[in-house]
């Protein structure tokens, strides 16, 4: 069983999220849930490479990564108590009101996803106007992907709806959910006329299916701004990196990615976190992603709004000074 699965098993099991004992293990073992994300995503790899790194930085710490919807279903996790841990895009952390969620505090900015809008290559579609009167995939519901992608689609006018809400006859946008491999199949098989997901680029599963069916990405730099409008969050526009399925895309909507925990995680493990992202960041970037995108420990305190642990300011400042 690879990493993730071994995990994602694991914190199946269990009860609790921090600071309890293993069955069968001494009392001093302690458990760290990892909310992480899609099986296939890059939160759920980054998840993989970072558990054991953490592991080996803490005497008796057994970290489980647990494959999720993504962003919104983490943050649940998180102030239910189901993970200590967990990855969030910025903008879900903060929406609806401009202000981090509650109850959550951040370790670390670890690294940039993009929001990537896919079509076949021969689609009609050539801007997001162009969905109305057809169907998209915003990714499972509870993910960043969801959230991100219905700020895109009322920034640009456009008014959804799912299967039996309207859908295409009445011009809107017929959105659903699903993760993305689902997605995928589904835009595979012509059920869907396109899928926006929210990752890194390139993201393997999309890259897989390009390289047997080749994709077309739409260029959303011109939304940032809209997008900004709409949600109050401070939508940035980046340059798409050059990557096969981006095609002549120069530029998409970044959004940062946040490692973060409950506000009563051990500041212990809060500072063994940070350290590990800061010592071990060139490890801790999925091979997929190399050469495109970097954990940058310069960056790492730069969480926007989201009030860094307490224990991650100590571990910044023996760091940094």
């Given at each position: ?215 077309r990405m739409l260029d959303l730099g011109a939304w940032a701004e809209p997008m900004a409008e709409v ?72 969480t926007g709004s989201v009030p860094l642990h307490p224990g991650a300011v100590a571990a910044y400042q023996?760091?940094?000074?």
């Amino acid at each position: 069983m690879n990493p993730v699965g071994r995990r994602a098993l694991l914190a199946g099991l269990g009860a609790g999220a921090v600071g309890l004992a293993l069955p069968g293990c001494a009392a001093d073992v302690r458990r760290l849930r990892l909310a992480a994300g899609d099986d296939g995503g890059i939160y759920a790899a980054f998840g993989a490479l970072l558990a054991p790194r953490l592991e080996a930085r803490v005497d008796g710490l057994a970290v489980e990564v647990a494959v999720t919807a993504g962003s919104v279903d983490n943050l649940r996790r998180l102030a239910d108590g189901d993970a200590g841990i967990g990855l969030a895009l910025a903008d879900s952390v903060e929406a609806g009101s401009g202000d981090p969620a509650e109850g959550v505090v951040a370790l670390a900015r670890t690294y940039e996803n993009y929001l990537q809008l896919l079509v076949p290559p021969d689609s009609p579609v050539r801007d997001v106007a162009g969905l109305r009167g057809r169907s998209v995939v915003l990714g499972a519901a509870g993910s960043g992907a969801a959230v991100s992608g219905g700020v895109l689609l009322e920034a640009a006018g456009l008014q959804t709806g799912g299967r039996g809400e309207g859908g295409r006859g009445a011009g809107v946008v017929e959105v659903r959910n699903a993760g993305l491999a689902a997605s995928l199949t589904s835009l595979d098989d012509g059920s869907v006329d396109a899928v926006l997901w929210s990752g890194g680029i390139p993201t393997p599963a999309i890259a897989a299916l390009d390289a047997t069916r080749p994709l077309r990405m739409l260029d959303l730099g011109a939304w940032a701004e809209p997008m900004a409008e709409v949600s109050g969050y401070p939508y940035r526009s980046r340059r798409a990196p050059d990557v096969a399925y981006a095609g002549t895309v120069t530029s998409t909507i970044g959004v940062p990615n946040l490692l973060l925990a409950r506000a009563d995680l051990a500041d212990d493990l809060a500072a063994a976190v940070v350290e590990t992202l800061a010592r071990d960041a060139a490890a801790l970037v999925p091979e997929s992603a190399r050469g495109v995108q970097y954990l940058a420990p310069p960056s790492m305190i730069q969480t926007g709004s989201v009030p860094l642990h307490p224990g991650a300011v100590a571990a910044y400042q023996r760091l940094h000074g």
